[in-house]
């Protein structure tokens, strides 16, 4: 069993940054696969990254990519989502979650969610 609490969201001005973390519960932690994936007011979950056990592999969602970085720390039982260049699409609850096993980058595919935190870029 795993438990994730996002943190870190808040309200920026367009361009700027911010860095978002994901602590987890849990001793196997650094077993698990994350992801991150954010949900815009009436819009679906769209996924954003991931990040596999041993921070060898990552994946972007091509709206992110080039802009946002997925790094852990296993010691820390934390992963971060570094977000630059912000706009203000952007905008909405970032989730993470995880799971046991490869890293994927569908919904379905992580059991462990966190509660979201809010993100709103301002124009």
Do not use: H
């Not at 438990?3 to 077993?31: D, H, K």
């Not at 260049?85 to 979650?97: G, I, M, N, R």
């Amino acid at each position: 069993q795993v438990q994730l609490v996002e943190s870190g969201g808040g309200l920026v001005q367009a361009g700027g940054s911010l860095r978002l973390s994901c602590a987890a519960s849990g001793s196997t932690f650094s077993t698990y696969a994350v992801g991150w994936f954010r949900q815009a007011p009436g819009k679906e979950r769209e996924f954003i990254g991931a990040i596999n056990w041993s921070a060898t592999i990552t994946y972007y969602g091509e709206s992110v990519k080039g802009r946002f970085t997925i790094s852990r720390d296993n010691a820390k039982n934390t992963v971060y989502l570094q977000m630059n260049s912000l706009k203000p699409e952007d905008t909405a609850v970032y989730y993470c979650a995880a799971r046991e096993g490869l890293v994927v980058t569908t919904e379905r595919g992580y059991k462990y969610w966190g509660q979201g935190t809010q993100v709103t870029v301002s124009s």
